[in-house]
């Protein structure tokens, strides 16, 4: 591997160490409840997918419906979200409560300030180099994905 390219690959490697540590620190967004990344994560989808279920929200996020369960009691227990039977018993669907409302905006507050920052760099690259990132990113979000669903079979 040439030294340009083993640069990259160390580079790429870093990215995901320190995201992977950022994701391991809680967080309290403002209700004094300590929050994973994947929790305020789930809290997101949830608001932007309107009354989803267990099974959907899972399909979206892109995990197994035992995690987002475990994710999901864990919300509710801190009065984050709201379980509803909408259609019938059987069928679950989830709902932010007035608590988790403010911690997404809050999140949504820390989110705006790493947006910035990324559009700072978006708008000082050209065209060519942000089509060039947006394939690269489709790239090794497939790749990634083949290998975890890989991993499960």
């Known amino acids: 591997m040439n030294q340009e390219l083993q640069d990259l690959v160390d580079q790429f490697h870093k990215i995901l160490y320190l995201y992977s540590v950022i994701g391991r620190k809680p967080k309290d967004y403002g209700t004094g409840?300590?929050?994973y990344?994947?929790?305020?994560?789930?809290?997101?989808?949830?608001?932007?997918?309107?009354?989803?279920?267990i099974t959907r929200l899972a399909d979206v996020m892109g995990v197994t419906k035992g995690a987002i369960s475990?994710?999901?009691?864990?919300?509710?227990?801190?009065?984050?979200i709201i379980r509803k039977n909408i259609r019938n018993l059987k069928e679950v669907n989830l709902m932010l409560s007035a608590k988790g409302r403010k911690v997404l905006?809050?999140?949504?507050?820390?989110?705006?300030e790493i947006f910035t920052f990324a559009a700072s760099l978006y708008e000082k690259a050209?065209?060519?180099?942000?089509?060039?990132?947006?394939?690269?990113?489709?790239?090794?979000?497939?790749?990634?994905?083949?290998?975890?669903?890989g991993a499960q079979a």
């Open 126 to 149: 050209g065209s060519t180099d942000r089509e060039l990132v947006g394939r690269l990113f489709r790239a090794i979000t497939a790749n990634m994905e083949e290998r975890v669903r």
């Open 37 to 53: 990344f994947s929790e305020i994560h789930t809290i997101a989808m949830i608001d932007r997918n309107r009354e989803i279920n």
């Open 33 to 35: 409840d300590l929050l």
């Open 105 to 112: 905006k809050a999140q949504e507050a820390f989110q705006n």
């Open 70 to 80: 475990q994710t999901i009691s864990k919300l509710v227990a801190k009065k984050l």
